[in-house]
């Protein structure tokens, strides 16, 4: 199970920071990501970490804004979200797999509820 929170308004050029809490399979085994969704769009990979966290990649345009780190002893992946745009706004996902795929994060096979982020400008 995924459970992700920390979504919330916030004005653009402020920061959240998302938690992505599992639990019930062994966390530091699966591979994780963060996707986003905006109204009337298609999911959007943004963040993904590698079991251990020594590899991460990020999309584009989320790239020198947002930070994924994750604490294997906590069961927990966080994203770090500086700088934040109106173009943010979106539901955030948490997923996880146990085949670690670079990017971009295809094929996820669990996948949390979202978690809303809303940037006013």
């Known amino acids: 199970q995924l459970q992700a929170s920390g979504g919330g308004l916030v004005q653009a050029g402020g920061s959240l920071r998302l938690s992505c809490a599992a639990s019930g399979r062994t966390f530091s085994n699966y591979a994780m990501g963060w996707f986003r969704q905006a109204p009337e769009k298609g999911r959007e990979s943004v963040a993904a970490?590698?079991?251990?966290?020594?590899?991460?990649y990020y999309a584009d345009s989320v790239k020198g804004r947002f930070t994924i780190s994750r604490d294997n002893a906590k069961n927990t992946v966080y994203l770090q979200m500086n700088s934040l745009k109106p173009e943010d706004t979106a539901v955030y996902y948490c997923?996880?797999?146990?085949?670690?795929?670079?990017?971009?994060?295809?094929?996820?096979?669990?996948w949390g509820q979202g978690t809303q982020v809303t940037v006013s400008s």
């Open positions: 970490i590698s079991w251990s966290g020594g590899s991460t």
């Open positions: 997923a996880q797999d146990q085949v670690w795929r670079r990017w971009p994060p295809q094929g996820y096979r669990y």
